[in-house]
């Protein structure tokens, strides 16, 4: 660990030594709007708008802003703006002997100044003809950046207001030439399910930059780049942690003639790296290293750039690995040193056009290819650039005739946009006839996550706004106006924080009628909020059981993703087994809260709303009420499964570390058996009152599911439990337990039980706990103690239960259990 951050040291040292060789661009403008003087950004003067000579202004009325009270970091190029109040244009002279491909940068930071609220502004942008920015709303600090080729002489770039707001601003422009081989026609591959084929004309599109990604590495600002980008590292986006291992290279990567450039990526993209993490004991064998972008557009094309450098091989020729790109394989058996005409350290690029797929996702990932000599198994990823092909283009003309234009553009942009969600909602259908998946929320298909110059933030770019939230689920009904949550959270007071997730923070709340709430607020910087959110939404609009937290309703007003639940007095269950001051649970509260959890994922598996499944079971996804009746929470990552019984590829291994079914991150098929596992974990969790993970542990011991199940297989899993519970757990109340865990996390997902048996032999070990006169025996030799019934009907398949949403069973055998368990439970 801390060699690696020596090297990350050095690196940084290294790196700062050759940036020293600096591009020049034949054309550089770099526009400080609204301002009357010159400030400087990064090392670069950047010119009031005003005062550049190559540059001209055309607005028949303008506003220079200045911020009279700028936040203490705010820098002065930000502390100025121009408002347009009408359509208006910068136009920028280009020298023809460019090279004509451009990097174009728009700086948005609103503030409040005079009668401005920039934030609340609402415009496009055209440059060159390209619709570049549509019904925008900067509301937070944003860069825009594209790529585009200019053919003419002047480059146009022009700003209208739209809708109520009245203006539009900007507090900087940066446009610039880049190297011509930056974007070329030939090269790039479409990947897609037909197979591969050339996409041409690349550059005959405006490319919009979403992500850029320093794999391995650290945050690079422009400082540390030779055409001043920002890149950001990985970490956030890998699907599976501990699949990765840093690498990272000593010395300066050997560029070579028909492979990367320093314009095309810095150095210090190509001396770092992930590859794959072969030490963890956990991850037997083949896998791959999967990364998932967020790009806020559904089945978009998007320009996948991917820059790799061997600096992980002693020798050439050693390294072959396959590259997919949204699990299409897009480069076989990719050998880097046939690639960089035999050179070890040597920088490439290759370049893809894919589609984002129906929740607006690009997923990368690099595994081992068949070619791969067993000993020297790897495969690497030193940089992602992922990049939006923008193509409304003939926004010409007068500026009544414009506005009909972009009317038409928006509209159209809607007509595609509407139908690539309708063309998902048909393919869902045909994939499960019985329950389509619901319809996709169009309108918030517009939020892509940018980095910006210090904190990520998602821009909200209302394109081609299609309001077809009011679908068939209602779940307009559950909206909640943000002002009431305000309330409800004394404006999202500090002190009432009760939790933080990935998603966000979690609020106590009350709201007006005085049920207590629980509140889930998104961060805008949470990557994977958003698909996260809708599928939270439309999954609990869907459903209601006891054993299922209840959402109370949403929140997206100005760009927010709220979410509100039922308040759970307790918490989560995992604070009541370890690490906490709460007093430990009696072994009969630990059944039924077992019982509990597993009666609302049978209901999920099984229930009226069929099919879902949760992908993130664990303690703390568990919560309990003042009662200690248990309820699964969080379906951010739950799918309705199109296709459960068929074998279903998953498009995200997705889950938490420790509680992972091995065999749905080896073959990424997602099935209902899954959560079995993770309910198996849970149950081991539940009787020894430690982490699923816990590396401060003996090796063998660090991972819970193994090390109860050695115990288990021994026969002797008393040894393990908590000690709170020695002496309270009759022999044939442990055997059946464990019998259900050990059955839980068997290897292969046909080998475990359904939700309904572990339900169902659940219900029987509290049965045998309850009943008998058997005395627990310390170190009494538990084999032969059994109860005559629990080996004759073990994974009794006799499970014709059905839930009706109450909790309450029915019919059939469980009968007298679950009357049992629902009349204690509370
Ligand atoms: C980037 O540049 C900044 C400022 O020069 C420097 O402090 C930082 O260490 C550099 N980072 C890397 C990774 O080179
Ligand atoms: C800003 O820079 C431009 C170009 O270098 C120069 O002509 C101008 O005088 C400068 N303005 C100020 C106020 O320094
Ligand atoms: C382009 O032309 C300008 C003069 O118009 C000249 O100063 C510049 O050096 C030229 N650049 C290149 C790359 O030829
Ligand atoms: C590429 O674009 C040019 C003009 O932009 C057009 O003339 C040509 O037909 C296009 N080629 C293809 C294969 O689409
Ligand atoms: C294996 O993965 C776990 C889980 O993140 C991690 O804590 C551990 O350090 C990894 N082991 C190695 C050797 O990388
Ligand atoms: C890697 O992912 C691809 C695409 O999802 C899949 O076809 C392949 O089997 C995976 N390889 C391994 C070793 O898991």
């Given amino acids: 660990m801390d060699t690696q951050r020596l090297h990350l040291f050095s690196l940084t040292l290294l790196s700062l030594l050759y940036i020293s060789t600096s591009f020049l661009p034949t054309n550089n403008f770099l526009l400080n709007c609204g301002s009357r003087g010159n400030t400087s950004f990064y090392n670069r003067i950047f010119i009031a708008d005003s005062a550049k000579r190559s540059v001209s202004l055309s607005a028949e009325r303008s506003v220079s802003l200045t911020d009279r009270n700028p936040s203490p970091n705010s820098p002065i190029l930000y502390q100025t703006a121009r408002v347009f109040t009408t359509d208006s244009s910068y136009k920028f002279n280009i020298k023809k002997n460019g090279t004509g491909t451009h990097l174009v940068r728009l700086h948005f930071s609103p503030f409040q100044a005079q009668n401005f609220n920039l ?6 942008v055209v440059a060159d003809g390209f619709l570049l920015l549509s019904g925008f709303n900067a509301y937070n600090l944003l860069l825009k950046e594209y790529i585009l080729k200019i053919d003419g002489e002047v480059l146009e770039i022009k700003f209208s207001p739209v809708g109520d707001s009245g203006f539009a601003f900007v507090n900087a422009i940066e446009v610039f030439s880049v190297p011509k081989d930056y974007i070329i026609d030939d090269g790039a591959k479409l990947v897609s399910g037909d197979g591969i084929e050339e996409y ?6 405006v490319l919009e930059t979403i992500h850029r990604i320093n794999v391995g590495g650290l945050k690079l600002t422009p400082f540390n780049d030779t055409l001043w980008r920002t890149w950001i590292p990985d970490d956030g986006f890998l699907v599976f942690k501990p699949a990765a291992k840093r690498a990272v290279a000593t010395h300066v990567p050997n560029y070579q003639n028909g492979g990367a450039t320093r314009e095309i990526a810095p150095d210090s993209v190509y001396m770092t790296a992930q590859q794959m993490n072969r030490d963890n004991l956990t991850l037997n064998g083949w896998f791959n290293i999967t990364w998932d972008f967020p790009v806020g557009s559904l089945g978009a094309p998007h320009l996948v750039r991917l820059h790799f450098c061997d600096i992980v091989s002693p020798a050439l020729n050693l390294l072959y690995f396959n590259v997919y790109i949204n699990d299409y394989s897009a480069y ?3 050998d880097l040193s046939m690639l960089t005409y035999h050179a ?6 290759l370049d893809f056009v894919a589609h984002s797929d129906d929740s607006g996702v690009v997923r990368v990932s690099v595994g081992p290819s068949d070619l791969s000599t067993p000993s020297k198994i790897n495969a690497i990823l030193n940089g992602v650039e992922i990049m939006r092909l923008v193509n409304l283009k003939g926004l010409h003309a007068g500026s009544k005739r414009k506005n009909v234009w972009i009317l038409v553009g928006f509209i159209f942009g809607g007509f595609l946009i509407f139908c690539l969600a309708a063309a998902s909602v048909l393919l869902a259908f045909k994939c499960k006839k019985k329950k389509p998946k619901p319809p996709r929320r169009v309108e918030s298909a517009g939020w892509t996550p940018l980095c910006v110059y210090g904190a990520s933030s998602y821009s909200r770019m209302s394109e081609g706004t299609v ?10 009904s559950l909206r909640i106006p943000f002002v009431d949550i305000q309330t409800a959270t004394n404006n999202f007071d500090k002190s009432l924080i009760i939790g933080m997730g990935g998603f966000g923070m979690v609020y106590k ?14 961060v805008r910087g949470s990557r994977q909020g958003l698909p996260e959110f809708q599928t939270e939404i439309s999954v609990l609009s869907k459903i209601r059981h006891l054993h299922l937290v209840s959402l109370v309703g949403y929140c997206e007003e100005q760009s927010e993703m709220i979410l509100v639940y039922e308040y759970m007095e307790k918490g989560p269950l995992k604070n009541h087994l370890y690490g906490s001051k709460y007093p430990p649970l009696s072994w009969k509260q630990r059944l039924e809260i077992c019982i509990g959890s597993a009666r609302g994922l049978h209901y999920l598996h099984t229930g009226s709303a069929q099919g879902i499944i949760h992908r993130d079971i664990k303690s703390t996804n568990i919560l309990l009420d003042e009662n200690y009746v248990a309820k699964v929470a969080d379906f951010g990552l739950s799918r309705s499964g199109p296709c459960l019984n068929e074998t279903h590829v998953s498009t995200g291994v997705k889950g938490s570390f420790g509680y992972l079914d091995p065999e749905y991150f080896r073959r990424q098929q997602l099935t209902d058996k899954s959560d079995v596992y993770s309910f198996g974990v849970v149950l081991f969790e539940v009787l020894c009152a430690r982490p699923a993970v816990d590396p401060l542990l003996a090796r063998e011991q660090v991972n819970l599911a193994e090390w109860a199940m050695q115990w288990q297989k021994k026969g002797m899993l008393r040894k393990i439990i908590d000690p709170h519970l020695v002496g309270q757990i009759k022999p044939s109340c ?14 292969y997902g046909v080998d475990r039980p359904t939700m309904g048996d572990v339900l169902w032999n659940l219900e029987y070990a509290l049965q045998l706990q309850e009943s008998g006169p058997e005395e627990p025996r310390e170190g009494s030799n538990m084999n032969g103690m059994d109860c005559p019934t629990s080996s004759v009907t073990p994974f009794s398949n006799a499970r014709t239960e059905r839930d009706d949403g109450t909790g309450c069973s029915d019919l059939t055998t469980s009968d007298v259990f679950s009357q049992l368990m629902t009349n204690e439970g509370r």
């Fill in 734 to 747: 442990l055997k059946k337990y464990g019998e259900t865990a050990e059955k839980c996390l068997a290897d």
């Fill in 200 to 205: 041409k004309n690349l550059t005959s599109r």
């Fill in 119 to 124: 934030a609340s502004s609402r415009f496009n």
């Fill in 509 to 522: 709340g009350v709201l007006k009628d005085n049920t207590k709430v629980a509140v889930k607020r998104g």
């Fill in 467 to 476: 309001t077809t939230s009011q679908g068939p689920n209602g779940y307009h």
């Fill in 344 to 349: 070890l350290s040597s920088p490439v690029y």
């Fill in 332 to 334: 076989r058996d990719l």
